[in-house]
């Protein structure tokens, strides 16, 4: 089994930086693992993608996040995160890490860490 733990989340004020981080544990090895990504969920709403990084280093954002956050992987210690600049009162929501370990494999997700953006 695949352990991701998140970190890094909390309050803060409209304009500032945060930075999670996803820590990967257990058999699997997250550096080797094809891709891994960052996704966020408020109430009653779907999870929604907010960054992914494949093995190779090819990234991808979603709209709302573009230019502003910054995904990255560090293979050899099995981390990932998540640098968010600028933030913005809609950012505020749960953020997961996931994990696939081969493009059509089933994803593993941490537990989540909230952010909330408030002045």
């Known amino acids: 089994q695949v352990q991701l733990v998140e970190s890094g989340g909390g309050l803060m004020q409209p304009g500032g930086t945060l930075r999670l981080a996803c820590a990967g544990s257990g058999l699997g090895k997250i550096g080797t693992f094809y891709i891994l990504g960052w996704f966020r969920q408020t109430a009653g709403k779907q999870r929604e993608l907010v960054a992914t990084?494949?093995?190779?280093?090819?990234?991808h954002y979603g709209d709302s996040v573009k230019g502003r956050f910054t995904v990255s992987r560090d293979n050899a210690k099995n981390m990932l995160y998540l640098q968010m600049n600028s933030l913005k009162p809609e950012d505020t929501a749960v953020y997961y890490c996931?994990?696939?370990?081969?493009?059509?494999?089933?994803?593993?997700w941490g537990q989540g860490t909230q952010v909330t953006v408030s002045s």
């Open positions: 990084a494949t093995k190779d280093g090819t990234t």
């Open positions: 996931n994990a696939k370990k081969f493009s059509m494999s089933t994803p593993f």
